[in-house]
Structure formats: C-alpha cells, structure tokens
C-alpha cells in the first residue's frame, strides 16, 4: 500500500498562485508516473497533469495548459503542480495519483494510489 500525501492548497485570490506538492512517507515517487486530479463540488473527478516515469514527459488539460506546471524532484521525492492565474471555477480538491504506465495519461482508471487531497479555493 502506498501513502500519499497531497499539501500546499488554500485560500487565493483570482489571479493567484500556489504551489502543491504530493509526497510519499517511506516509499519512493521515482518509480512511479503521477498525476494530478481535481475535483469540484457537484463534479467528476478530472484529470488536469501528469509527469510520466520514462522520460518525464508531461501531459495537460487543455483547461489548464499555460497556467499549471508539473515537476518532480526525485531528491525530495516529491511532485509539485505550480499553479498560477487561478480562477474560481480552478476551486476543488486536488488529489495526486500513481500510475505505472510509462507513459501517462489523464485517465482516472489507470491510476492506482491516490492521497486525501488537498483544497484550492479561488475567490476574492
């Protein structure tokens, strides 16, 4: 059983910037792709980025191309989403996932450990 452990949300004004971070206590990211859902009230869970294992490759919502960037620091063990000109409708909870797949995709299926989340409110 991998654990992970989502942090970084909270309150921001339209037009803001955060930075949230997925970690695993005891266990390693390196080996795994990792993807980055959201979820809203009243809404599916939908797939915004994700960092591939391979090569590092990366892959986005066209909802949030240019805004949201995924990174992973393997010495940290850890994977980050910076996230910047934030909207209301970007409010949600933000969970991070791992996949095995090589090369990832934004398919809530292949995903097999998912943490608690972390919440983003946009509002002024």
């Known amino acids: 059983q991998l654990h992970l452990v989502e942090s970084g949300g909270g309150l921001v004004q339209p037009g803001g910037s955060l930075r949230l971070s997925c970690t695993a206590p005891?266990?390693?990211?390196?080996?795994?792709?990792i993807g980055w859902f959201r979820q809203a009230p009243g809404k599916e869970r939908e797939g915004v980025s994700c960092?591939?294992?391979?090569?590092?490759?990366?892959n986005y919502a066209d909802s949030v191309k240019g805004r949201f960037t995924v990174s992973r620091d393997n010495a940290k063990n850890a994977v980050y989403l910076e996230i910047s000109s934030l909207k209301p409708e970007d409010t949600a909870v933000y969970y991070c996932?791992?996949?095995?797949?090589?090369?990832?995709?934004?398919?809530?299926?292949?995903?097999?450990?998912w943490g608690q989340g972390t919440q983003v409110t946009v509002s002024s």
């Open positions: 960092i591939s294992i391979s090569d590092g490759g990366t």
């Open positions: 996932a791992t996949t095995v797949f090589r090369q990832c995709v934004l398919v809530r299926s292949t995903y097999d450990y």
């Open positions: 005891g266990a390693s990211l390196r080996y795994y792709g």
